[in-house]
């Protein structure tokens, strides 16, 4: 841009906005025509009145440039997007349910206002899950399985849109997701179930009480400043110990070999290549066959008051299972024996006379349902027991 200079007079009052230096107001032309305008002592920046033309100096050029790539970004995302499958909310599996609804359950309310997506970064924190490392790997998951899509990928701000379609219809709001799943999971299975089979369940039960345990690992060696967290071994091992102990009585072995290791000055600072879950893992191994051939009867150590219960863990045991803390202090195969029923029973219930699926619960007790179907008005009465 060529401007012929015809005056320059320094305006002490007048303070550059990027390096608040003084600026020189400048008289000019170009082509004939007037043109005034700010431009700084220092670093060159200008300030036209009329915004009629751009500044060039350094800053404004990078800005310029870097606004460009960002449009560019976001032209090539969009693009992409046309290619993602949108997935339907009933879709996704029982453990993605339940970690979406935990997120979302406090966030969104019908009488105050919220984004229509995620800021995580606001909320990673939050005791969404039992503890920080899994609630990164299932946000991690959702992201790659893409049912998580970022709002803006040229801030990279770890802002999400929840990439579902409900009841046909494309990028339905926060509200009505978060509706939909506290439809499923706090209304006693009668408007509808969030899994495909009791299974399903199972799993996601198992998988949360091992989370549960970690947690109350981590709990423990805080105090001493110590790092632990799980692996695949030692999340195998648990499953293992689940299968005949409370998790209070693995709660119980965790705590004395967590002493017992402290004692001996075995654990590290860091849990580099997972040293200290190792160690643990082989002394509860230790405990477990010596308590075994020996016929020990493992203690119960109720759940810490001061350790944080989760949403997730608060939503699927005491308000999707109807349980309370006896869910640590029975093994799972007897919860279960009492869950399980029922879970099955919704997950397979079918109209007697039609077949459809498309049935309202008109009473329901405990081990007592009657079902009405919408689509040819049958009555039919069930003992879930």
């Known amino acids: 841009m060529t401007l012929n200079i015809l005056q320059k007079q320094l305006d002490a009052s007048t303070l550059c906005p990027l390096c608040q230096a003084a600026m020189f107001w400048t008289e000019a032309e170009q082509y004939d025509q007037d043109i005034n305008f700010y431009e700084c002592s220092h670093c060159q920046h200008q300030i036209y009145p009329d915004q009629q033309l ?142 495909k089979s009791s ?73 580099e290549n997972f040293i200290n879950t190792n160690l643990l893992k082989k002394t509860l191994q230790q405990y477990r066959e010596r308590g075994l051939a020996e016929k020990w009867e493992t203690s119960t150590l109720p759940r810490p008051p001061q350790m944080p219960l989760s949403k997730m863990s608060e939503i699927l045991f005491f308000r999707f299972l109807g349980y309370d803390e006896k869910i640590f202090f029975q093994p799972i195969w007897r919860s279960w024996k009492k869950i399980e029923p029922r879970l099955s029973f919704y997950s397979n219930k079918r109209c007697m006379h039609c077949g459809s699926e498309e049935l309202s619960v008109d009473y329901d007790a405990d081990d007592y349902v009657s079902l009405f179907c919408r689509s040819c008005k049958h009555q039919d009465h069930y003992f879930t027991r």
């Open 54 to 195: 751009n500044c060039h100096c350094d800053q404004c050029a990078a800005q310029r440039k870097k606004l460009m790539k960002e449009s560019r970004l976001q032209e090539q995302r969009k693009l992409k997007q046309k290619d993602i499958y949108e997935f339907e909310l009933s879709q996704l599996n029982f453990m993605q349910k339940l970690f979406l609804l935990a997120l979302l359950d406090d966030l969104v309310q019908e009488h105050t206002s919220h984004h229509e997506f995620i800021d995580w970064d606001q909320i990673k924190y939050h005791n969404i899950t039992p503890n920080y490392l899994f609630q990164n790997a299932v946000i991690k998951h959702l992201v790659k399985e893409n049912i998580l899509i970022c709002k803006d990928l040229a801030a990279q701000a770890h802002q999400y849109y929840i990439n579902v379609r409900l009841d046909g219809y494309s990028e339905p709001s926060l509200y009505s997701i978060t509706h939909q799943l506290r439809i499923w999971f706090y209304e006693n299975l009668s408007l509808g179930v969030p899994f």
């Open 199 to 271: 299974d399903e369940v199972k799993d996601a039960l198992f998988s949360v009480l091992y989370q549960e345990v970690i947690q109350f690992m981590q709990f423990y060696c805080r105090m001493w400043g110590v790092q632990i967290a799980g692996n695949k071994s030692f999340r195998t091992f648990c499953y293992q110990l689940m299968d005949g102990l409370a998790v209070g009585q693995i709660y119980y072995l965790v705590q004395t070999g967590l002493e017992y290791l402290h004692k001996q000055n075995a654990l590290q600072p860091r849990n």
